[in-house]
């Protein structure tokens, strides 16, 4: 990801936050570094997995980058109107669901099968599900997506259903990882 969005996610947590949390240098640049690393053995033609292995980022340094990119892009995915109404609920219940969710997925998928795990670049706006999905790079097909859709209830208002999808079901089922309430009015579209 791009050292101007990282920026940006630092500082949009932080004044989200009222600086009571601010992301720390050192684990943004450790992110980072391992984010380069891969991305720069890529494009030389080695896989992830042939990199990690050549420089010795364990599994759990590739479970952390996927977790951390996993959290970015659902934070990416709400914006701010909607992430400065529903942060607290967002942070507290949902993203620790997630975020376990994901953790079981790579122990599950083993650690030669990890290593070429990837989060896609782009939650979908506007009304789009789409958070991120999990795919394997040697082949390019998803391994699990998760997704956050709008619910109306009568006489409620909106809901915000986040949930994943696996590859092993043929994407069918839904796995609920948590809701939120909005309000009755209309949410903004996502990204917004």
């Known amino acids: ?4 969005i990282r920026k940006v996610f630092v500082f949009l947590i932080a004044l ?3 600086g009571f949390y601010i992301p720390s240098i050192e684990q943004e640049a450790g992110v980072k570094e391992e984010s380069e690393v ?3 053995f890529e494009t030389l033609g080695d896989s992830e997995a042939e990199a990690a292995d050549r420089f010795g980022i364990s ?3 590739q479970a952390l980058l996927l977790t951390s990119l996993a959290r970015e892009q659902a934070m990416a995915k709400l914006g701010p109107r909607i992430l400065k109404q529903v942060e607290d609920e967002f942070i507290e219940g949902i ?3 997630m975020e376990e969710v994901l953790s079981s997925l790579l122990i599950e998928a083993g650690s030669h099968e990890t290593a070429h795990f990837q989060i896609t ?3 979908s706006s506007g009304y789009g599900e789409r958070i991120f999905h999990v795919y394997d790079v ?4 998803d391994v699990a997506r998760f997704h956050v859709r709008r619910d109306k209830r009568p006489l409620e208002g909106y809901w915000f259903n986040f949930h994943y999808h696996l590859s092993k079901d043929n994407f069918e089922k839904h796995h609920e990882i ?3 309430y909005w309000s009755k009015n209309t949410p903004p579209k996502w990204m917004a």
């Open 38 to 40: 891969l991305t720069s």
């Open 16 to 18: 989200l936050t009222l």
């Open 59 to 61: 599994e759990e340094k």
């Open 138 to 141: 040697r082949n390019e097909k």
């Open 95 to 97: 993203l620790p669901g």
């Open 178 to 180: 948590g809701e939120i």
């Open 1 to 4: 990801m791009k050292l101007w």
């Open 121 to 123: 670049d782009q939650p």
